[in-house]
């Protein structure tokens, strides 16, 4: 198995705050991983997701992609602008040779919770044969949610992604534990992945600040959850894991799990 670690967007020392030079700062820096951050909207042409590829595939960088936030599947008057949001991030995937595409589902509203499971999952469906028909090499990477109002239950990524063809799963470790009042058993959320047989699983993780409604805001790694538990366990298996740092710290969180990676043995090459 494989580790690929690195931070969601351009890092913070990098000289230029743009995709190319956060790309060598990654490499500078003995990282090997990096999400393009789309959240505020697709920006970048393919001329230069190609460019962020060559790049990338370069200086040995595994890239994602985080789409737009405004995103809501559930919302049958949002769902076009929405999958075209996330479609505009797969294009852009696919030219620079990334695999996952985050996105944050929707939000239940008023519709009961099985009428919201088959609005999200036609709408994947809808994607899925559009990815297919493109022939991009992409997944639709349906992002474990931290706040109760929120479609993107593990359970509920998972069933979809067992439904619907490229399309998997991404764990946000931080936004499960806050989801959850506090608590996280890595063990059983990695153990429940294994369904889908992945060769790579691609999480987020962060500490993060919580209330009853769920996430709050995303902390530096001085909080909870703690990392170290995670990292062992995530040494037993046998898939690939890549790990992107949503802490404001961005690299220097990178950094330290690197850091706690190598203490437990991983060597990174």
């Not at 990098?14 to 991983?33: D, F, P, R």
């Not at 589902?105 to 990815?131: D, H, R, T, W």
């Not at 509920?156 to 058993?185: L, T």
């Amino acid at each position: 198995m494989k580790i690929y670690l690195g931070p969601a967007g351009v890092p913070v020392s990098a000289s230029k705050h743009n995709t190319i030079s956060g790309i060598e700062t990654v490499a500078k820096l003995g990282l090997n991983a990096m999400e393009v951050e789309f959240v505020q909207g697709v920006k970048m042409g393919n001329d230069l997701a190609k460019k962020a590829g060559e790049v990338a595939k370069k200086n040995g960088i595994l890239l994602s992609v985080h789409a737009p936030y405004f995103i809501n599947l559930c919302n049958p008057a949002k769902v076009k602008e929405s999958e075209k949001r996330i479609m505009d991030s797969c294009e852009r995937a696919h030219y620079m040779g990334a695999k996952f595409v985050a996105f944050h589902p929707g939000f239940y509203g008023n519709l009961a919770k099985e009428k919201a499971y088959e609005l999200v999952k036609n709408a994947c469906q809808e994607m899925s044969e559009k990815i297919r028909a493109n022939g991009w090499d992409v997944f639709l990477g349906l992002e474990t949610t931290g706040k109760h109002t929120q479609f993107g239950t593990l359970e509920e990524n998972i069933k979809i992604s067992k439904e619907v063809k490229n399309c998997g799963v991404v764990i946000d470790f931080a936004h499960i534990y806050a989801r959850q009042g506090g608590k996280i058993d890595y063990k059983k959320v990695l153990d429940s992945i294994e369904v889908l047989k992945p060769s790579l699983v691609h999480c987020h993780f962060s500490n993060i600040e919580f209330t009853m409604k769920g996430e709050k805001r995303h902390l530096v790694l001085d909080h909870k959850p703690d990392f170290e538990p995670l990292a062992k366990e995530m040494l037993k298996r046998k898939f690939d894991i890549t790990i992107i740092s949503e802490s404001p710290i961005l690299e220097q969180d990178s950094l330290k799990m690197k850091k706690i990676f190598e203490k437990l043995g991983y060597r990174f090459d």
